[in-house]
């Protein structure tokens, strides 16, 4: 069995946690929890879970507030969570190409 790269990052890894973490790579913008959860069909608590981890690992910022009198939560991946996420995607297109450590 080929031993697992280096490059891939375990905390990204996951599915879901990938789902959302490419959502946010779009920019740096805020992206607000109702759109993740329409974007990536997760449950809120899966979503709760998920970007906990990524928030502990310093990949996301959470933003918290109001809009009205209803409360909303807003994420976005920080520096650091995007250099993550995209060396993590380069890895996965390498393995894809077939390139990943060069040996025949």
């Not at 979503?47 to 909303?72: C, F, N, Q």
């Not at 976005?76 to 995607?89: C, D, F, I």
């Amino acid at each position: 069995m080929p031993e697992r790269s280096p490059e891939l990052d375990p905390l990204i890894h996951p599915l879901p946690r990938l789902s959302i973490c490419a959502l946010l790579a779009a920019g740096p913008r805020w992206v607000d929890f109702r759109s993740v959860r329409e974007a990536t069909g997760l449950s809120d608590s899966m979503i709760s879970k998920h970007t906990r981890t990524l928030e502990d690992a310093g990949y996301l910022e959470v933003r918290k507030g109001g809009v009205g009198r209803r409360p909303r939560t807003w994420f976005r991946l920080t520096p650091l969570g995007g250099e993550r996420y995209r060396g993590h995607v380069a890895q996965l297109q390498r393995l894809v190409d077939g390139t990943s450590d060069g040996s025949p």
